[in-house]
């Protein structure tokens, strides 16, 4: 039987992805191992979202060189966004690699496995391995159709398509009955979720509706397609986590509508609003030093920071990507980004400290993580003294904040 070593570089969605394609090996007989040395295969599940993503995924594939020689008969499969933008230069450059499969070609990652041999005298199991964790992440689209003009999303995942609701559905059903608590709805635009007329808040619904779940996220809305369909949908709906991860990448009308974001500062603090009045805490991505950002620009992302009073936000450098319009534009300096940055990440710190306090003297449903760590529906971290099996749910009273993190 053989053994693999997953290694997945990126985001949610990779993770997903990354799940989809251990199913994959596990129908073929394959078990994962955490430890490289007992490994037979190891698979890369790369991204190349920003170039510091990219350099670590590809440094990594140089190093395990060495792990492959020492060893006959050892397997490296290099997957993922990384592996769609440079293709076949990775085994120019890598002749260690044995696949590059690039993100648009997920779907067929089983033929592919078939095609090139890799599996040989393997008895494939006819029942696939079911994840059990309490968490599972499940992807209900693929692809970006909003070609933002910094990303490179769409050219590395193609345009978006929403898969069948019946089979979504199938896979939350399966992965409920093997113990899963949290389903985590997967999407680049996940909330621009159709499937012929069935729309993202109609899905919510239905997912809500299986009695053995206790919590539904979604990752990644954007900020176009909250409606009040949504909203309403929030209201009705109390397992949907109070909390949305929603990237506004700036507070400048001007930078969002050069970044073809197709919302204004005013449209986003409206609907920031709105959220909030549902009790929903909002975190964020946020581009610092877009090309043409001034201070004005920037001041208006701060103040529009302040008046959110975010949860959380990852705050990036711009990092041009060849082949979208965005890495075609002078750059600013990189001095002024870094100073710039850090005058942002100094009142994200702050208001996320605040937002922790507010959890203060609160009772909160907790989902176990690790056996001291869990996390709140509105996506707070807590840790206790007392140990807890991992999945256990747990009504806590917060005693006190420090910084991220709440202790009960
Ligand atoms: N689809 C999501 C959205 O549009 O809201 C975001 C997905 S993207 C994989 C994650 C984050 O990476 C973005 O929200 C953005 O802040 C950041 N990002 C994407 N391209 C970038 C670039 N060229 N430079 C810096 N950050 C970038
Ligand atoms: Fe990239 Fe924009 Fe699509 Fe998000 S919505 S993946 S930032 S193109």
Redesign the pocket.
Known sequence: MKKVYLQTF??Q?NEADSEEMMLTLAAKGCTQTQKLEDADIVLINT?T??EHAEHKAISYLGRIAKWKAAKEGRKIIFTGCAAQRLGQKIKKKFPHTDIVNGAKNIDNFASIIEKENLLEGQISEAICQQNKSSIRLINIMRG?S?K?S????PYVRGEAYSLDPKNILAQVDAALNAGAKEIVLLG??VNAYNYKGFSFSKLLREVCSFDKLLRLRYL????MFINEEFLQTLKDCPKIARHIH??I?SGSTKILADMK?NYTREELLAKLKALKEIGIEVST???VGYPKETEADFNDTLTLCKEAQFSAA?C??????KG?P??LLKEISQEIVEKRLDILLNEIKQSSKAAYARQNGTTQQVLFETPTNGRTSNNFWVRTKKKYPIGAVVDLQIKESKDTILLA
Not at 220 to 223: D, E, V, W
Not at 316 to 321: D, E, G, I, L, Q
Request: proline letters at 11%.
């Open positions: 990126g985001c969605m991204c979202i920003r970006c909003c933002c910094y990303c490179i999303v680049q635009t990644s809305p954007h900020p929603l990237p990448q974001r991505d946020i581009i990852y990036f450098k711009f990092s041009p990507r979208t965005a890495a």
